[in-house]
Each structure stands twice: as structure tokens, then as C-alpha cells.
């Protein structure tokens, strides 16, 4: 687990208030959003997003075809945030 992993697990844990839960409680491909997972809903993923462009500069827009994709685990979560990085370094 990287440390982008761990971090984004508490900023999860913090932005949706889930206080019964633990960054060990989150397995890094676990999804976010599926009742056999965290169980996130829309107005989570909404504040999800804000607060991703907030801490991380990532903008995802609704009619983006790959943002169900980017929010499905911290896994995809952490390669969306890498990827901006890079691309923001690159300009």
C-alpha cells in the first residue's frame, strides 16, 4: 500500500464522516460505492468529488465517461490523483 493509499483513506474516512470505520478497514480495491463495499451513494459521490478537487486539484465532470470508473475503489482513485500529478508536472 502506497502512502497516496493511506492517505486517501482517511480523506475518505473524514469527507463522509464514517466514524465506526478505520483506514484498515478499507482494502484498497474495495468499491466505494456497492453495498458489498463501503456502500457510498450519489450525494457521497458528489461530496467526494468536491473535496478531490478541492485537496487534490482533480476536476471530474458528470458527463465524464470514466468518472464511475476513477471513484469505484482507492485503487482507481490513487492512479486518477498519479495521473494528474504527472500531467500537471508535464506542462
Given amino acids: 500500500m502506497t502512502e497516496l493509499h493511506q492517505e486517501l483513506k ?17 482494502d484498497d480495491d474495495m468499491p466505494l460505492f456497492a453495498d458489498d463495499g ?7 459521490a458528489l461530496e467526494l468529488v ?4 478541492k485537496k487534490y486539484g482533480v476536476v471530474l465532470e458528470a458527463s465524464d465517461e ?19 500529478r504527472g500531467a500537471v508536472e508535464s506542462t
Fill in 50 to 53: 468536491l473535496g478531490l478537487k
Fill in 10 to 26: 482517511a480523506f475518505i474516512i473524514e469527507t463522509m464522516s464514517l466514524e465506526d470505520i478505520t483506514p484498515a478497514d478499507i
Fill in 38 to 44: 463501503l456502500g457510498l451513494d450519489s450525494i457521497d
Fill in 66 to 84: 470514466d468518472a464511475r470508473k476513477h471513484l469505484r475503489s482507492v485503487a482507481s482513485l490513487a492512479a486518477l490523483i498519479e495521473g494528474h
